[in-house]
């Protein structure tokens, strides 16, 4: 995973963190759960690259 992309998504999450928050703490429950929905969707595609890139290094791996 690219550099750029592992601070795209820490900030994607980040950001659905705090409108989360803020939803939370001024009893908008529609900003509370979209900052849950894009807090969410950061981690998942958090996820995806790593397991992106770790078949590309286990690809590596076996590669002679």
């Not at 992309?5 to 820490?10: P, Q, V």
């Amino acid at each position: 995973m690219g550099f750029v992309d592992k601070m795209r998504n820490k900030f994607k999450m980040g950001k659905g963190r705090a409108r989360e928050k803020t939803g939370r703490a001024t009893g908008n429950v529609s900003m509370e759960t979209k900052g849950e929905a894009e807090r969410l969707s950061g981690g998942a595609r958090q996820v995806a690259e790593q397991v992106k890139d770790a078949g590309k290094s286990a690809r590596r791996a076996t590669k002679p």
